[in-house]
């Protein structure tokens, strides 16, 4: 995977709800990926992307240590954050008008959870991914540009690294392809994006009747 990979996975997840900044989100979902810095983004904190006043924004991890962290150092008051996994999350259906996932699908049976982000949000409301997945021969020009890339980037300092301490699941157990697939058939209309630096990104919004 190389350096930097929580900075991948937050520039790629700043860069899918940009497309969102200017949408009213009343209740938003983070899971994992950092989720203190990820909620408190959600929860209406001013940023270079956007502004959303929600009236509250829950961000849930499955490991301790993160979400202890993520209690610890965020000020923002209308944050949650509540320790377990998206299938066994303890909300109603359709809860959430947004639903974000940060490097947190290739821990979880993808079909599982799909469906249970499929559940949990409003019809109408945006599902935006940040994933990781296994490559396969057919995507080695896009790993070797990445590669490419972070050698730039860690060459310029353009983009300061650090480890973060949540848990690492490597390799994924999917691979681009059949994530690519699955989403597809669950995913109806969402736009998936493969990244160079070892990321894809999914956005969704879950028909009115759904």
């Not at 700043?14 to 408190?40: C, I, N, Q, W």
């Not at 259906?93 to 974000?100: E, G, L, N, R, T």
């Amino acid at each position: 995977l190389g350096a930097c990979p929580s900075n991948a996975s937050k520039s790629g997840f700043r860069g899918t709800v940009r497309r969102f900044a200017r949408t009213y989100v009343e209740s938003p979902l983070v899971l994992g990926g950092e989720t203190e810095d990820t909620a408190r983004f959600e929860a209406g904190r001013k940023t270079p992307i956007g502004y959303w006043d929600t009236l509250l924004a829950v961000g849930i991890d499955l490991d301790e240590p993160s979400a202890t962290l993520a209690r610890a150092t965020t000020t923002v008051a209308n944050v949650a954050f509540v320790r377990t996994d998206i299938l066994h999350a303890p909300f109603a259906p359709k809860s959430f008008d947004a639903i974000f996932s940060v490097a947190t699908m290739h821990h979880l049976p993808l079909d599982d959870a799909l469906h249970a982000l499929i559940t949990l949000l409003r019809p109408g409301g945006v599902l935006g991914i940040i994933g990781l997945a296994r490559s396969t021969p057919v995507d080695l020009p896009t790993d070797a540009l990445g590669g490419v890339a972070h050698r730039y980037f860690a060459h310029t300092g353009g983009r300061q690294c650090w480890e973060h301490s949540a848990p690492t699941v490597w390799p994924p157990p999917d691979t681009y392809r059949a994530v690519r697939r699955r989403t597809a058939q669950l995913l109806p209309g969402r736009t998936f994006r493969r990244h160079l630096l070892w990321r894809y990104s999914i956005v969704w919004t879950k028909p009115p009747d759904g």
